[in-house]
């Protein structure tokens, strides 16, 4: 059975076993959930919820220090904590607490899916992928460990089996972490479809805390976004701040959606409150975009002066992942083109993923290395995602190697499938249909 045919049989089964679920509770997908809000004021189920859970499980533990569960729950707060608020401590506090519960019960499912869990957010993907499968050695049937599985398989391109341990996950516990695997899976395979129906059932199963949800539809609105539908995409954005005000990741794909209106002063006022404290990386990037759109070249390098610190500060408390950021941001960007490609070079020996080759086929296009960049651009395109600034780029890689027919086409499914893909590069694609 070839990997399509695969594919095609597992996403038709994900669409049964959702159809028929009911909702279990909610464990977060970690390795695509990037830090919270500082400022949003969740509901009582939202931040509250975290604060009061630290406060309970830190009390349990100081009149019963041995007692691992505990730990466990003491480490699970304090990660939703670090979603919240972007506070990097959290995460620091979390591996702690989920260490002392390995120490303490090395044989404990529960301890090792949790540590796994908590090793996904600081990029250590193998590590989480060796303590996932001692949990599932204990209980074959542990959907948590699946879920690991999942996320890290993913973030290294090992896509068929991250759509193998997804399904699995789904036929375990059928809920909001499963679905939404699912729907992260099927969207790096080009089903579009599939995977706004899937998101949207990991959005009416829901989770304990206002924010897992909102991430959530947060995820729907972007896919909206990636395929044109900026009406769409903003419905969802909006439903987000209803819910959770401030919450960054909904202001920042807001932001986007006035960015195409050409309303840039309120996607200013978005992006700057989305870029307070420890942002992603990509809404630093975007709001120092938005700058230069709007011709404050100073503003927009005062901005883009803020990458590197904010990589370097993710790096003091231990959390990896930034490099392919930091290296497509130098690309976009023109600086530090030979340190780019080096960074993308390494990035390859570990990651699969269509990123990893989209960020390769970047940096050799940029420096002159046209045969090899056309190479790892069909290695990311071979995937299927419909992604426009994925086409973009191979696009001017074609151009450059003179195939302006082939070129044009992809130029074209860029600003058909989004006209909006980026602020500074949408021109362009236009401008090279002609």
């Known amino acids: 059975m070839n990997n399509q045919t695969r594919f095609q049989w597992s996403v038709s089964a994900l669409l049964v076993i959702a159809g028929l679920a009911t909702f279990g509770a909610f464990r977060a997908r970690s390795a695509h959930a990037s830090v919270g809000n500082d400022f949003a004021k969740f509901k009582a189920t939202g931040a509250d919820k975290s604060d009061a859970d630290i406060a309970r499980y830190e009390a349990l533990i100081a009149k019963s220090p041995k007692n691992v569960e505990v730990y466990g729950k003491l480490g699970g707060a304090y990660m939703q904590k670090g979603r919240e608020t972007g506070d990097l401590a959290m995460y620091c506090r979390a591996r702690s607490a989920f260490e002392k519960a390995v120490e303490m019960g090395p044989k404990n499912k529960v301890s090792l899916h949790n540590y796994a869990w908590c090793l996904t957010i600081f990029h250590k993907f193998q590590d989480a992928i060796s303590y996932a499968n001692k949990a599932i050695k204990i209980d074959p049937n542990d959907a948590d460990a699946w879920g690991v599985l999942s996320d890290s398989d993913f973030e290294l391109g090992h896509y068929e089996k991250s759509l193998d341990e997804a399904q699995k996950m789904i036929d375990i516990r059928p809920n909001l972490a499963s679905y ?72 920042a ?114 420096n002159g290395r046209l045969s090899e960049g056309k190479k790892a651009i069909e290695r990311a395109m071979a995937m299927k995602t419909q992604d426009a600034l994925l086409f973009y780029r191979a696009g001017k890689i074609y151009a450059a190697l003179g195939d302006m027919d082939r070129s044009r086409k992809l130029m074209l499914t860029a600003t058909s499938l989004n006209p909006n893909f980026h602020p500074l590069f949408k021109s362009e694609a236009l401008f090279a249909m002609k």
């Open 180 to 251: 939404s695997r699912g729907a992260a899976i099927r969207f790096i395979y080009g089903d579009i479809r599939g995977a706004t129906w899937l998101m949207g059932r990991a959005i009416e199963a829901g989770g304990p805390y206002t924010e897992n949800t909102a991430w959530c539809r947060v995820q729907l609105g972007d896919i909206y976004f990636k395929e044109g539908a900026v009406p769409a995409a903003e419905q969802q954005y909006a439903m987000v701040l209803r819910m959770v005000p401030n919450y960054r990741h909904a202001l």
């Open 253 to 366: 794909g807001l932001a986007r959606v006035r960015i195409a209106q050409k309303r840039f002063d309120e996607a200013e006022k978005m992006l700057l409150v989305a870029n307070q404290g420890m942002p992603p990386i990509v809404y630093a990037v975007e709001l120092g975009d938005l700058y230069t759109l709007m011709g404050r070249s100073n503003d927009a390098e005062a901005q883009f002066a803020r990458i590197d610190p904010m990589i370097a500060e993710h790096l003091k408390f231990g959390i990896q992942g930034d490099d392919l950021k930091q290296a497509m941001f130098y690309l976009d960007h023109q600086r530090n083109l030979k340190n780019a490609l080096e960074i993308a070079e390494t990035a390859i020996n570990d990651h699969a993923s269509v990123e990893a080759y989209t960020t390769l086929a970047w940096a050799y296009y940029k």
